[in-house]
């Protein structure tokens, strides 16, 4: 084993020829040295040549992180696995979804991060066989010996270690702002027609939104890159149509190509060898045939993303939709998901007929049955198709965590490259760490269960632990029928996450903001018009957080003292001046909420204009909420940007109401760029540095704007509503002259 220092904070052990994943941007020069072991844990080997760390865990140790996961924002007490899973039944058992994150802060006597960079299956034990043991077990399939880079991280805090480790893998993309609006989606909007329905409805209805998606029925016969002329007719005239009204189309995209004579698609990667190739695992070694497998299609090769040729393709395929203005997409089932292979098939027609062959069949028909439910994203087929990497041969199931990343690279580049300059977006459904910074992440096929809010309440925390800013769950949820309350509570927890995403499965009853009645239309209209009131906040903390690598939701224990924050996982930090407290349960009116550390200004919304505003001391409150009403605290010496909601995210606010809770001095860096182009990155882009102090009775309020050359600054006028400790209002109101700010004057 190698160390090398990578910076004063991370520390890297090099194992064998770890294979490049791709997941790290910070590389350092100094040269490594021989080490024996890796601090504050033991290695050994198993039998069958997997590694095995162990770590002793103190009866009050904690864990965190691991990004995608089920279970709790502690991970003590699990078992967890990396290794990425369509599995659409996320019952509280399961041990792995869509993405594999193996980032883990342990917090116990010594506080420290650990991030092992490995592409293949690695097994946690956090201390559910031995309490007072974690074991990580990292798998080697093919080559009887694991490679693998191992970072430790240290920093003074969480939230430090954190804030490291984003800087070993870098800051997420940065979505165009209309990203950041509300999303409709439905499997499927099947027509051209249904879809300007719903545009249309949105309209009518007054309900913000910015983003209509595509699901599996906008193609012909399920062939990626195609559209169906029969039910879409001039795609690119109907998208224009929609960008004009200020929709955004955004279609599915799936890794798995239709095998089919004639497919341009199809008969252009199998000539080229740019599939995935079958894999005899037996003898290690391609059998130089394209591996077939069933998806929505029906027989279906995948292209190998893990070669470079391949993925140079691929990006280029979008560039007809880019010409067409549609630089928007989700990449779906690239885990990647097989619904089953032809051995999996003979395989289960085996059993059935020794199952047939039995005289008295008893518990054998459950062999029968397991093989029927195994045959999806069987691990025996992932053992057998396999990469083309620079040359070497690689089994699939020794990188199998990498497929969806470098579908998602591939997919970034081609939109990059054929955007004209515009800002992407992108969506993926399984990932990896370091895949943040090309797109973005759902958090796949959750369910209509009062449960999946809190497990994603959990979950988008460990997500932004692991880069992952832009993330969010279907609401209200993907499988099952929502009911009325499930959607306005979700969507009420949605306005904290920065993915914002209505999605529904087939079949399921329909579940958009006037599916169920008028009251029902109403409360939804204000909830989404009070996400699209605080994106002058949202919009600015993710640039912020982003550049300053802090995640832009955080636990509370990352961030303050009182020791019971460690046993809330239901609140959180979102940005900096403010914490979230969705409702998640079923006909509560109103939950208990810990005001942790400091004074808060609780702030009951039932919309944007209501200010039912309250200053609390740090202690346990219960807060009454009807079904329209929901929290949003904001913290002392803090202040929150808002303006009046606009239909779409890009209409620019020429007001700006800022809400603090000052006692002593606070200050906020408001951030605006064009939120459609990457000029930003060249500087151009406004900030507006607001301060506000406490003199006396009163405030001394300053602003200080700076344009950076070619940005066009809209606001007018700044709205200062500040409260005292004992919750008095001051308003103070200052008029821009152009780029310059006036004095303010007391309203
Ligand atoms: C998968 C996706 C889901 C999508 C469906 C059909 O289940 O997770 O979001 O609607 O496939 O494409």
């Given at each position: 084993?190698q ?8 520390t ?7 294979f ?21 844990f ?14 002793s865990?103190?009866?009050d140790e ?5 990004g995608?996961?089920l279970g ?15 599995d ?10 869509y ?11 010594e506080?420290f991060g650990?991030?092992?960079d ?5 097994n946690i034990?956090?201390?559910f ?6 074991t ?5 399939s ?18 430090d ?10 800051s997420?993309f ?18 051209a027609?249904a879809?300007?329905d719903?545009?249309a409805?949105f ?5 913000p939104?910015?983003a209509i ?6 193609m012909?016969?399920y062939?990626v890159f195609t ?5 879409f ?17 955004v279609p599915?995209i799936?890794?798995g190509v ?5 497919y ?7 000539k080229?060898n ?13 059998s130089?045939?394209?591996f ?5 299609p ?6 190998d993303?893990l070669?470079?040729?391949v ?10 939709f880019?010409?067409a ?12 998901a097989?619904?089953?292979?032809k ?35 069987n ?15 690689q089994c ?7 497929f969806?990343?470098?579908m ?14 515009q ?10 760490i ?20 809190i497990v ?5 925390q ?5 880069g ?41 009853r329909?579940?958009e ?10 409360i939804?209209r204000?909830v ?20 300053n690598?802090?995640p ?12 019971r924050?460690?046993s809330i996982e239901?609140?959180?930090m ?12 079923q ?13 808060w200004?609780?702030?009951r ?13 740090p ?14 605290f ?18 620019a ?6 809400i603090?809770?000052?006692?002593h001095s606070?200050?906020?860096?408001y951030?605006?760029d064009?939120?459609?182009?990457y000029n930003?990155?060249?500087?151009k882009y ?10 006396g ?5 300053t602003?200080k ?6 940005f ?7 709205n200062?509503?500040?409260y005292?400790g004992?919750?008095e209002?001051?308003?103070?109101s200052?008029?821009?002259s152009?780029?310059t700010?006036e ?5």
């Amino acid at each position: 084993m190698q160390r090398r220092i990578i910076s004063e904070n991370i520390t890297q052990y090099i194992i064998g020829t770890p294979f490049d994943t791709g997941a790290v941007i910070l590389h350092s020069n100094a040269p490594a040295d021989d080490c024996d072991r890796i601090p504050h844990f033991g290695e050994e080997l198993t039998e069958t040549n997997n590694l095995r760390l162990t770590k002793s865990l103190s009866e009050d140790e904690k864990l965190y992180g691991l990004g995608e996961m089920l279970g709790g924002l502690n991970k003590r007490g699990r078992k967890y696995r990396c290794y990425n899973n369509d599995d659409p039944n996320h019952t509280p058992e399961k041990q792995n979804l869509y993405g594999s994150h193996p980032f883990m802060i342990f917090d116990g006597e010594e506080t420290f991060g650990l991030f092992i960079d490995y592409p293949g299956e690695i097994n946690i034990d956090a201390g559910f066989t031995d309490r007072s043991v974690c074991t990580i077990e990292l798998t080697c399939s093919i080559n009887n010996e694991v490679n693998v880079d191992i970072y430790l991280i240290s920093g003074k805090t969480k939230s430090d270690i954190v804030h490291n480790f984003l800087t070993l893998i870098g800051s997420p993309f940065m979505p165009p702002k209309w990203a950041f609006g509300y999303q409709q989606s439905r499997w499927s909007y099947p027509t051209a027609e249904a879809v300007k329905d719903i545009c249309a409805k949105f309209k009518e209805l007054k309900i913000p939104c910015d983003a209509i998606y595509l699901d599996l029925d906008y193609m012909d016969d399920y062939k990626v890159f195609t559209t169906s002329q029969e039910r879409f007719g001039d795609f690119a005239a109907f998208a224009q149509e929609l960008l004009k009204d200020g929709f955004h189309l955004v279609p599915i995209i799936d890794p798995g190509v239709k095998v089919e004579e004639g497919y341009s698609v199809y008969e252009e990667a199998a000539k080229n060898n740019y599939f995935c190739k079958t894999f005899d695992y037996e003898n290690k070694k391609s059998s130089g045939d394209d591996f077939v497998a069933a998806v929505w299609p029906g027989r279906t090769a995948m292209p190998d993303f893990l070669n470079p040729k391949v993925r140079q393709w691929w990006a280029d395929l979008y560039k007809q939709f880019c010409e067409a203005g549609v630089n928007a997409f989700w990449n779906d089932m690239n885990e990647p998901a097989l619904f089953f292979t032809k051995r999996g098939l003979e395989d289960l027609y085996q059993c059935y007929d020794d199952v047939r062959s039995r005289t008295n069949p008893g518990l054998d028909f459950f062999d029968l049955k397991d093989k029927a439910t195994g045959l999806s994203n069987n691990r025996e087929d992932y053992k057998r198709f396999c990469h083309n990497c620079d040359g070497l041969t690689q089994c699939h199931d020794d990188v199998h965590n990498l497929f969806g990343f470098n579908m998602v690279k591939a997919s970034a580049d081609g939109l990059k490259r054929h955007s004209h300059g515009q800002r992407y977006f992108l969506l993926s459904r399984s990932s990896y760490i370091g895949q943040h910074r090309y797109g973005a992440v759902w958090t796949g096929d959750n369910q209509s269960w009062w449960e999946h809010i809190i497990v994603h309440l959990r979950m988008i925390q460990s997500m932004n632990m692991c880069g992952f800013f832009f993330v969010g769950p279907d609401i209200p949820g993907f499988g099952c029928d929502a009911d009325a309350e499930l959607l306005i509570r979700w969507l009420q927890a949605g306005v904290f996450t920065p993915f914002l995403r209505n999605h529904a499965a087939l079949f399921t009853r329909n579940q958009e903001p006037w599916a169920f009645d008028d009251r029902i239309t109403d409360i939804a209209r204000n909830v989404i018009r009070f996400r699209y009131a605080i994106l002058p906040y949202l919009y600015a903390e993710y640039h912020n957080c982003a550049e300053n690598l802090k995640p832009l939701i955080e636990p509370l224990s990352f961030v303050f003292k009182d020791h019971r924050c460690e046993s809330i996982e239901d609140q959180f930090m979102f940005g900096h001046s403010a914490m979230a407290a969705p409702i998640h349960s079923q006909n509560a009116r109103g939950r208990s909420v810990l005001v942790p550390d400091c004074k808060w200004l609780a702030w009951r919304v039932t919309d944007y204009s209501s200010r039912d505003m309250q200053v609390f001391e740090p202690g346990t409150y219960f807060f009454d909420c009807s079904l329209d009403q929901f929290l949003l605290f904001i913290k002392e010496d803090s202040l929150f940007v808002t303006a009046a909601p606009g239909q779409n995210a890009a209409d620019a606010p020429t007001e700006l109401t800022v809400i603090g809770l000052v006692t002593h001095s606070a200050e906020f860096t408001y951030y605006d760029d064009d939120g459609t182009t990457y000029n930003f990155e060249q500087g151009k882009y406004g900030t507006l540095r607001m301060i506000v102090t406490a003199e006396g009775s009163d405030y001394s309020v300053t602003c200080k704007y700076n344009a950076h050359a070619g940005f066009k600054n809209t606001i007018r006028r700044i709205n200062f509503e500040i409260y005292n400790g004992r919750g008095e209002l001051v308003r103070k109101s200052i008029k821009m002259s152009g780029d310059t700010p006036e004095a303010p004057v007391r309203r």
